[in-house]
């Protein structure tokens, strides 16, 4: 399933111009607990699902890494990492995440940062990352939360003053595709439980090393109109995991 809503021109202008698009990782709010969630990169070979801008693959050159594999979907997103890449060792190339077939001991270290809930078949993801980790590799991902996800529409519920009364959760355990409206665009993604996005990784043969549903830094929550109301629901989770077999 190839959504690619990236390469709406108007959409990827809006995008665009996001604090984590133009500072980025120092403005992305899951980032301090991601960063902790990482291996070592020095002399590992990475590949970064859904790369998007790719500021997490000049984080991991920058870290050591021997090489760097970006792959997204996105002409648009693929043309910004390239200009933003410095580093010879890293490299990009358009490729939907359902197609990964890379051979068996590709790469050390699989990472993924807002991506994997594009997807509607996160076990063909597992299946691939898995065939493609060398042993004991490291795969570690955020998504969007599923309690973020569950509704569909992604925005608040308000009370009769316009303001913020609470996040709507229903149809918990309907998996499968939403409509949000992100940006003034139709953008689909597919909500899946807790419990399949562990199980299904424990059913591929990895070892789950950390789950992190995080909060935004101080820092950003004092900084930035409308963070600190992300501390009232989970919008992110965060899961290591290592192949064992």
Not at 126 to 152: K, M
Not at 155 to 184: C, M
Not at 188 to 216: D, M
Request: aromatic share 12%; hydrophobic share 35%.
């Amino acid at each position: 399933m190839e959504e690619n809503e990236y390469d709406n021109q108007e959409f990827f202008k809006a995008y665009s111009n996001f604090p984590r698009s133009v500072e980025g990782l120092k403005a992305a709010g899951e980032w301090p607990e991601f960063q902790k969630l990482l291996p070592d990169f020095d002399g590992k070979r990475v590949l970064d699902i859904g790369c998007g801008f790719g500021w997490h693959d000049l984080y991991a050159a920058k870290n050591g890494a021997k090489s760097v594999l970006g792959i997204d979907l996105s002409d648009n997103m693929l043309k910004v990492a390239n200009q933003k890449n410095n580093y010879s060792n890293i490299h990009y190339q358009k490729m939907a995440m359902e197609d990964l077939n890379f051979p068996k001991d590709s790469f050390d270290v699989v990472i993924s940062s807002l991506a994997l809930h594009y997807t509607p078949d996160f076990n063909l993801i597992c299946q691939r990352v898995n065939q493609c980790l060398t042993q004991n590799g490291d795969f570690v991902f955020s998504v969007e939360h599923p309690i973020f996800t569950a509704y569909g529409n992604q925005d608040w519920i308000y009370d009769d003053q316009g303001q913020i009364d609470h996040w709507p959760v229903d149809n918990y355990f309907s998996e499968g595709k939403r409509e949000a409206n992100f940006l003034g665009q139709k953008v689909v993604k597919y909500h899946k439980t807790l419990t399949t996005y562990l199980n299904t990784l424990i059913k591929n043969n990895f070892n789950i090393t950390g789950v992190v549903e995080p909060t935004p830094p101080e820092r950003l929550i004092k900084t930035v109109p409308g963070m600190k109301d992300e501390l009232r629901r989970p919008m992110m989770l965060i899961i290591s995991a290592r192949k064992s077999h």
